[in-house]
């Protein structure tokens, strides 16, 4: 069988996208190699989808798979290991099996990088997280650490000083990577208090996140800073190795497609966090996967 649409990923955008496809009267299947639902698995309250209230991430990725199940896409939980877009029929392969569609979307994502630290696994969701508009809320009027000092550290700083009572950032070295506009509104804001040259060495508590130690790069020193969470946003990191030389790329490895989603090979398509844009949120992410599968079936029916 030849796919309309052959989708590489099951995230909000890549089941957004297979519903957007099924109701296009495509068919459509949708690879994941792990849950479906994506990151936002990983957040314990969503609060910020337009018209949604409150839910659960895992309730969310419930939600959205069982709608696009409900159109009839095909979901299977198989690892992509490779892809051939040379063709007009594109191939999609997963070890042994091949599949053929006549278009292809890339929601592949992103991952947080960690920071790889003792205590950031045990107590992720207890205080650790990578997401200061998903759980910055939780940290209601309590002191908050933030690690990293590129954009989304400084976004996620000024972000939770309107939230918690007094906000660390903690940079690595005595200047930040981020854009100067960002840096000044940090260094303007009185609930924050910058940490140069400072780097965490370990997160601890008992149950939740209690302090974080850290270590001055420049002088030795070391010493606890007492706090209720540790946003960590040290980098993201696209899921897109597989897509190396198959389809343009930006230097940081993102998939270059704007706000069409479409990439630079004809039948291919890139949508959500995996691609270059400013803003990934779950609302970007589900709005990618609308418009790169109506571009897909749009592109589909112009070759039949
Ligand atoms: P980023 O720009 O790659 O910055 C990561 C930061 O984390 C850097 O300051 C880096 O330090 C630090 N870091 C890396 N590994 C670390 C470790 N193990 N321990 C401690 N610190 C570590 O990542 P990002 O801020 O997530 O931004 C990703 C991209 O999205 C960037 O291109 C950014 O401009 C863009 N973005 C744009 C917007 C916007 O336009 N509104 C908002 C957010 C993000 P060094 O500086 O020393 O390397």
Redesign the pocket.
């Known amino acids: 069988m030849i796919y309309d649409i052959a989708i590489i990923g099951a995230g909000p955008a890549g089941l957004s996208a297979a519903i957007y496809g099924r109701r296009a009267g495509l068919s459509t299947i949708c690879f994941e190699s792990n849950v479906h639902g994506g990151q936002i698995i990983n957040t314990p309250e969503v609060e910020n989808y337009p018209a949604l209230g409150k839910v659960s991430g895992v309730e969310y990725a419930s939600n959205i798979y069982d709608q696009a199940v409900g159109f009839g896409a095909v979901v299977e939980y198989k690892a992509v290991t490779d892809v051939d877009f040379s063709g007009e029929i594109k191939k999609v392969i997963c070890g042994d099996e091949e599949y053929r569609a006549k278009s292809v979307i890339i929601a592949t994502g992103v991952t947080r990088?960690k920071?790889?630290i003792p205590g950031e696994d045990r107590l992720l969701g207890a205080g650790v997280s990578y997401c200061a508009t998903c759980d910055g809320l939780f940290f209601k009027d309590k002191t908050a650490v933030v690690?990293?000092?590129?954009?989304?550290?400084?976004?996620d700083a000024v972000y939770l000083a309107g939230i918690c009572e007094k906000v660390y950032i903690?940079?690595?070295?005595d200047t930040?990577?981020?854009?100067q506009h960002?840096v000044e509104k940090v260094l303007k804001n009185e609930k924050i208090q910058v940490v140069y040259d400072t780097?965490?060495l370990s997160i601890e508590g008992s149950g939740k996140v209690e302090r974080l130690r850290v270590k001055n790069v420049k002088t030795g020193e070391e010493k606890d800073i007492f706090t209720s969470a540790v946003f960590v946003?040290?980098?993201?990191i696209p899921q897109n190795d597989m897509f190396k030389g198959k389809v343009e790329l930006t230097s940081?490895g993102y998939i270059m497609a704007d706000e069409s989603c479409k990439t630079s090979v004809e039948g291919v398509f890139a949508a959500g966090d995996t691609r270059n844009k400013?803003?990934?949120q779950l609302v970007t992410a589900t709005s990618d996967g609308a418009v790169a599968a109506t571009a897909a079936a749009a592109y589909v029916r112009s070759k039949e």
């Open positions: 990088r920071l790889e690690v990293g000092g590129g954009n989304t550290a400084l976004e903690i940079h690595r070295r930040f990577r981020g854009d960002e780097i965490p946003a040290v980098g993201l940081d400013t803003l990934r």
